[in-house]
């Protein structure tokens, strides 16, 4: 039986309210055997924490994105330290920068991004980065803030092989998402081809991004399968190759024993 690894969910989202434990019954019958949910902010973070603490399968990744940095309060980067002595709290995120939604200013992302760095230097967590038409920034906040101390995750890459060679030089796992599966992705899929097996990982960002042929409908965990094949495909390997290769990278990233 096929084994995968979901480094980026959202099982706890609303859209899941209605059937998250056939949604999760789901992926296990698909194969997937560890999933990281990701909590972002104020709201996310504890229903996150009670999924983890359900399912001994499910990690935790905390952390505020860049779209909610505007409301970020004082004590909330405290929570967030605390919350890293958990332990199925494997990672600090989704943090990073979107200059696509224009809901908070540039320098508070910068300052927000720049804070949660060094916070996970200084607990010692993985970062996973949220990047939406921000490479330049990113690239340079992250080198500018030592963030190759840590490493982490490109989160549901998008950019260039330039950019994705830059942050595989920081220590960063490049991960790909339902995107790679479209047919007219050729950027990606060209730079999901030229990442080093050893840093590559999978992804669904459920709810959203769903690959083909679901596209546009909502996303969930199981569907990382689709993401699995698209992969193959590209790399030339076998689906089960895949699995393994990416199950063992995803355990090396988060320090899942």
């Known amino acids: ?24 019954n789901r992926a296990r019958e698909a194969g997937v055997d560890l999933m990281i949910n990701v909590g972002f902010n104020r709201e996310t973070i504890p229903t996150t924490m009670a999924l983890a603490e359900q399912y001994d399968f499910v990690y935790a990744a905390v952390g505020w994105h860049p779209v909610d940095s505007i409301e970020m309060q004082p004590g909330d980067l405290e929570w967030i330290e605390e919350l890293c002595s958990h332990p199925k709290v494997v ?3 989704e943090i990073g920068l979107d200059y696509h939604w224009d809901t908070s200013p540039k320098d508070v992302q910068h300052r927000v991004f720049r804070e949660q760095i ?16 921000a490479h330049e920034d990113i690239v340079r906040l992250l080198k500018e803030e ?6 982490g995750v490109m989160h549901c890459f998008s950019g260039s092989w330039e950019t994705a060679q830059k942050c595989l030089d920081m220590n960063f796992y490049i991960s790909f998402g339902g995107p790679v599966t479209f047919k007219n992705a050729r950027v990606p899929k060209e730079v999901l081809e030229r990442v080093p097996l050893d840093r590559l ?8 991004l769903s690959p083909h042929p679901f596209r546009g409908k909502r996303n969930e965990t199981a ?8 992969a193959a495909e590209i790399t030339g390997k076998t689906v089960d190759e895949i699995a393994k290769i990416t199950m063992e990278n995803g355990k090396k990233c988060f320090g899942i024993v």
């Open 223 to 230: 569907f990382v399968t689709y993401v699995a094949e698209a």
């Open 146 to 151: 030592n963030a190759a101390e840590v490493g």
């Open 91 to 93: 990672a600090i995120g």
């Open 201 to 208: 990982l999978i992804e669904t960002d459920s709810p959203y």
């Open 1 to 24: 039986m096929i084994s995968l690894f979901d480094t980026h969910t959202h099982m706890d989202s609303s859209k899941f309210d209605s059937d998250r434990a056939e949604a999760i």
């Open 118 to 133: 060094r916070l996970a230097r200084k607990v010692g967590k993985p970062i996973i980065i949220h990047n939406r038409d």
